[in-house]
């Protein structure tokens, strides 16, 4: 029996000022067939109640545009690694939160980073990250999905090396609750593996099969980046005016297309056979990005 492949399903981070239930048009606006968001502001301060009305709200809207997927980012100060207990113990009930909230919304799934670490082993952070995202997912029933997200390995970040990701999941893959990783591919390039064409592409997969596995690859931020290989700064670009580049685009998305399978029906959410890639680029000429890789994902399918 073929095995079936996962589809790509593209789409960008959209604006919810206003209200939630705003996100499906914006998204259909820049012509996403899936899309992000935050559902709190995400440099700080608590998330407006999601009152029933809003929900109903939201869900009719993404009917009346005709998406069936979206995921949620946790906000940006999220911090696992921290050493002071208000920051640890804040980023835990957070990330709770959130994977709540985009369960009552229908969200597919909430991707979170790590955070960074200050005089510490890094062995050490890595473990106690670890523990407190377990205590995440022991707080939470639901059948939206937690994703961890590589970072772009500035400072003294965790989670920028596959190894690290690695480490981080094993105490969590037992949870149902817990989905995979999200690959950013500005993060990765920054971080020091290549992308920009097909062979350099099949490396840094390869290395990800051999320290994640391939079947926790469950969606990507797809980014082209401003900053060189390895520079270890997190600066999105454009895709095709970046360092990666439109040939690097199109070698992960074949990739993807061609070594990612669906899984079994009932163990995603809601659809086991979509993978979202989605934009963070400047909204300026993000709906050209959007355009651009639906032309990419044609080609190659």
């Not at 200050?118 to 050490?124: G, I, P």
């Not at 990800?208 to 969606?219: A, H, R, S, T």
Request: proline share 3%; hydrophobic share 35%.
């Amino acid at each position: 029996m073929k095995t079936l492949m996962v589809k790509l399903s593209i789409g960008c981070h959209v604006s919810v000022v206003g209200g939630v239930w705003n996100a499906p048009k914006n998204a259909r606006d820049l012509g996403c067939e899936t899309f992000q968001i935050f559902t709190r502001p995400p440099q700080g301060g608590s998330g407006a109640i999601l009152t029933s009305d809003d929900i109903e709200k939201f869900r009719s809207e993404m009917d009346r545009y005709n998406f069936n997927s979206f995921v949620v980012h946790s906000p940006y100060y999220v911090n696992f690694g921290s050493s002071e207990n208000r920051v640890y113990y804040g980023s835990i009930n957070t990330v709770t939160q959130e994977l709540a909230r985009a369960n009552l919304l229908g969200a597919q799934y909430v991707m979170t980073h790590v955070g960074s670490f200050k005089n510490a082993r890094e062995e050490d952070v890595l473990k106690y990250a670890a523990e407190g995202l377990v205590k995440v997912l022991e707080k939470y029933e639901g059948k939206t999905r937690l994703l961890l997200e590589n970072a772009a390995g500035s400072g003294n970040i965790v989670g920028d090396r596959f190894e690290e990701l690695a480490m981080l999941m094993e105490p969590l893959a037992k949870f149902k609750t817990f989905g995979g990783i999200c690959l950013d591919t500005q993060h990765a390039f920054a971080s020091g593996y290549d992308l920009r064409n097909t062979s350099t592409a099949v490396e840094v997969f390869r290395q990800f099969n051999k320290e994640i596995g391939l079947k926790w690859l469950k969606m990507a931020h797809i980014n082209d980046s401003l900053t060189d290989l390895g520079s270890r700064r997190d600066r999105h670009e454009h895709i095709g005016k970046g360092k990666i580049g439109r040939e690097g685009f199109g070698a992960i998305m074949e990739y993807l297309a061609s070594h990612i399978p669906a899984l079994p029906a009932g163990r995603q959410y809601p659809d086991s056979s979509i993978m979202p890639l989605i934009l963070e680029t400047k909204h300026d000429t993000v709906k050209a990005d959007v355009k651009i890789l639906k032309q990419i994902r044609d080609k190659i399918s």
